[in-house]
């Protein structure tokens, strides 16, 4: 990747990508995989179809058979010029016939397939009425990693979306606060994020005073005031990667008390970083972010997982979570996020995504960690 231009993924990335796929189907025990529209069908082919609709369009993907995408005939046009078209058959149906008939044809009539979690339920049930011998399992619960461990470029995009995050961070640090409502502050983000190359934002959290112990409050019609502690949490797409950052900002100087838990959660951010490493379990990132919190008295105020992965969505395995033992992989990237919220009163949140390196993690967020004052 040069410059701010990335390189696109070629149709031989995509083909790698379903290869890959369909060979970690059947090391699951799966006779393949259907992936409806949305962020899995965009990582293994790029294409996303102009509307998501009540007509059936499903990527099939079986061990030891060329992947086919079946798509509506009114849609093969759009579909023909996605980036990995040439990697996979197409096979069009037009209105009037059965596209699952069409889509039962190409699979095997007694297995258990792994299927988008975001397919609709009327084309499951379509899929089950025509193939009354098959089963099927969350994509997520039956090949929760196979979108978790990045290559080089795809590392580089969530790096270039991670810097253009600590941008906006630089600049809306400078905005006046005081006076302003939430929702001013959030709008800000978002033109900034914009600005620096986001086409998608996700969300852009203003959490000020007692709303900052409201880990999702998002933005409101509150007037931020001079006192207050105020929780930065925004991220997007950029070039097709997620960032997702947060940082905790004070409206004036901040008291004894608010300095000294904004240190524990700092320390607590540098402590799970810490324990990133090859071969650790993901929940030893939050097992070490969480001990500081729980040592220093605050134990019941940090209410969430300490991370959650990145990549072609914001929110995505592996989740760093007491429980999970899934060991962490060169080229996964995921958040560490700890936090402190004090009901009433107000809350801290610290974050960078990180990716796992051969030795360690990486941050892709380098913005300072300490306490910004903002006017």
């Known amino acids: 990747m040069t410059g701010d231009t990335p390189a696109p993924f070629t149709a031989d990335d995509y083909r790698a990508r379903m290869e890959r796929a369909a060979r970690s189907a059947a090391d699951a025990g799966l006779a393949g995989l259907l992936v409806a529209p949305g962020p899995d069908m965009v990582w293994l082919t790029g294409y996303t179809p102009t509307a998501v609709t009540e007509r059936l369009t499903v990527l099939v993907l079986a061990p030891g058979l060329d992947p086919v995408l079946v798509v509506p005939t009114l849609e093969a046009p759009d579909a023909e010029h996605a980036a990995g078209a040439t990697a996979l058959t197409l096979r069009d149906w037009t209105d009037g016939k059965d596209p699952y008939a069409v889509t039962a044809a190409l699979i095997d009539h007694s297995g258990r397939f792994g299927i988008s979690d975001n397919t609709w339920a009327m084309h499951l049930l379509g899929l089950q009425r025509t193939l009354p011998g098959t089963a099927y399992a969350s994509l997520t619960e039956a090949l929760p990693m196979l979108r978790a461990v990045k290559d080089a470029a795809e590392l580089d995009l969530l790096a270039a979306a991670g810097a253009a995050a600590d941008q906006a961070f630089e600049e809306i640090r400078k905005v006046p606060f005081a006076g302003r409502r939430e929702s001013d502050v959030g709008h800000d983000l978002a033109d900034l994020l914009r ?129 999970e033992e899934q060991p962490l992989v060169p080229g996964m990237c995921f958040s560490v996020e700890p936090g402190i919220y004090l009901p009433g009163r107000f809350g801290v949140r610290i974050e960078d995504i990180v990716t796992v390196t051969e030795d360690g993690g990486r941050r892709l967020n380098n913005t300072t960690r300490d306490m910004v004052i903002v006017d």
């Not at 502690?229 to 997702?244: E, I």
């Not at 939050?286 to 605050?298: E, F, M, S």
Request: net charge negative.
């Open 195 to 323: 600005r620096f190359g986001h086409s998608q934002v996700d969300f852009t959290i203003v959490g000020s005073g007692p709303n900052g112990a409201n880990p999702h409050h998002e933005v409101g019609d509150r007037v931020i005031q001079d006192g207050d502690m105020v929780v930065l949490d925004f991220g997007g797409l950029k070039d097709g990667y997620g960032s997702d950052t947060t940082r905790t900002v004070h409206v004036g100087e901040p008291t004894e008390e608010e300095r000294r838990v904004h240190d524990i959660v700092r320390a607590a951010q540098e402590e799970g970083f810490r324990a990133v490493r090859p071969g650790a379990a993901c929940q030893e990132v939050d097992r070490a972010a969480r001990a500081v919190i729980t040592d220093a008295g605050y134990g019941e105020y940090f209410i969430h997982r300490t991370g959650h992965g990145i990549g072609v969505t914001t929110h995505e395995p592996p989740y760093m979570i007491e429980g």
